[in-house]
């Protein structure tokens, strides 16, 4: 019953998932505890989730972050912080993806696919797409504001930024490879017609830095955990309103961002997380004939892949690795998070992908095929590092 259990929870949750990524997972951890779990137990892990001090902050803090992507587009900052970077082509290529992928918004890839468009003058739509899809979230592997970065680290007991510190290899990799693959061959010239802003430069900037900023701090000064993420978000959401020179529609930001969703996801992660702790589902895939290392990363990346997400792989192979082994260190987070990040993003149906191959009017196969090749690398060199720790 445990395996059927669990089976059914994942179909539920990959099939669900598809349309509403917070659904599948609250119906996924309702067809398991269902299975592997009497009803009062079930309730109440449902209970324990909903009143828990720690995951309430958390998912208020990941509610609010898409609120700042949406006050920064709305009053114009983020272009204008764009605009006047004033580097090399290729350079204001990867930093447009790069910039955009720090705000979580939905459609995000279609704010910098334009960005692309225009400062990629003779750049064929291919290399465009790659870039935008490579670069987009290559900042994600070790942004302290990230969500999915953030939840996996309280899954595992770990320090996001110590965390960080381990992922900061595969990081460098990722934009050596992106660079060598997609960039050197691009040498063309922008052209500006505005006059450089100093202001337009630096007051984005500092938008963009301020959360972060914070959120260390806090943390580091005053032992603060989600609470330090919450009031750096907040904060520079306030600022971004500030100094905007024109007014926000508030109301019409909250509907664009839609901050409930992205708050019920991190809900449906930490139901399922407690759901799965609960039953025996771990300790019976932890018990099969496999390295408990190799059952996390192959899966992460497979269930990455499959989905075209990083919450739902996390929130599974994470407490599977647990359960085997008893604690993840930060070196096996990194090689986890890595392999399931990749996975993510050379996924068919991960909709920044999608959605930047529909604008550039090309096949998105062949957008994974181009990305293949440094993917391969690094899940090779992920490999090797595994072998050697383990």
């Known amino acids: 019953m445990i395996w059927i259990g669990f089976a059914a929870s994942l179909a539920a949750a990959l099939v669900i998932s598809r349309k509403n990524l917070a659904l599948g997972l609250i119906v996924g951890s309702a067809v ?21 001090p720690s995951i309430l902050m958390i998912t208020a803090a990941m509610g609010i972050i898409p609120l700042l992507g949406g006050t920064m587009k709305e009053s114009g900052q983020v272009e204008s912080l764009v605009n006047n970077l004033r580097i090399k082509q290729r350079h ?10 720090l705000l979580p918004m939905p459609g995000g890839a279609l704010l910098s696919a334009p960005i692309l468009d225009k400062g990629g003058v003779g750049v064929e739509n291919v290399r465009k797409s790659a870039i935008n899809n490579w670069f987009r979230h290559i900042f994600l592997l070790v942004y302290p504001l990230c969500p999915a970065l953030i939840v996996s680290a309280k899954i595992t007991g ?5 965390a960080i510190m381990y992922l900061l290899p595969v990081f460098v990799l990722a934009v050596i490879l992106g660079y060598y693959f997609f960039l050197r061959h691009v040498n063309g010239q922008m052209v500006y017609h505005d006059r450089f802003s100093l202001s337009g ?3 984005p900037l500092a938008i963009v830095m301020c959360a972060p900023v914070l959120d260390f701090s806090l943390k580091r000064l005053f032992g603060l955990g989600a609470a330090a993420t919450l009031m750096g978000v907040c904060t520079a959401i306030a ?37 799965f702790e609960q039953s025996d589902a771990g300790r019976a895939i932890a018990s099969l004939p496999l390295p408990p290392v190799v059952t996390a990363t192959a899966g992460g990346f497979v269930l990455a892949f499959v989905t075209g997400g990083v919450q739902l792989p996390a929130s599974i192979v994470f407490p599977v690795y647990l359960t085997a082994v008893g604690e993840v260190t930060p070196i096996m987070f990194a090689l986890i998070y890595a392999t399931t990040y990749f996975g993510y993003n050379i996924s068919p149906i991960h909709p920044c992908l999608v959605v930047t191959c529909e ?7 062949t957008v994974i095929m181009r990305s293949l090749t440094p993917t391969l690398i690094i899940l090779v060199v992920i490999a090797v590092v595994t072998l050697l720790v383990t």
């Open 359 to 365: 604008y550039f009017r090309v096949p998105v196969r």
């Open 158 to 162: 770990l320090d996001v930024y110590h």
């Open 239 to 275: 600022l971004s309103v500030f100094v905007s020179r024109q007014k926000l529609d508030i109301r019409r930001i909250i509907t664009q961002t839609r901050p409930w969703f992205f708050s019920s996801i991190i809900i449906g992660m930490f139901l399922y997380l407690r759901v």
């Open 32 to 52: 398991l505890g269902l299975f592997t779990l009497p009803v009062e137990v079930l309730l109440r892990a449902v209970a324990d989730t909903l009143t828990d």
């Open 92 to 101: 204001l290529m990867t930093l447009s993806a790069a910039i955009m992928g």
């Open 201 to 203: 430069l630096t007051i």
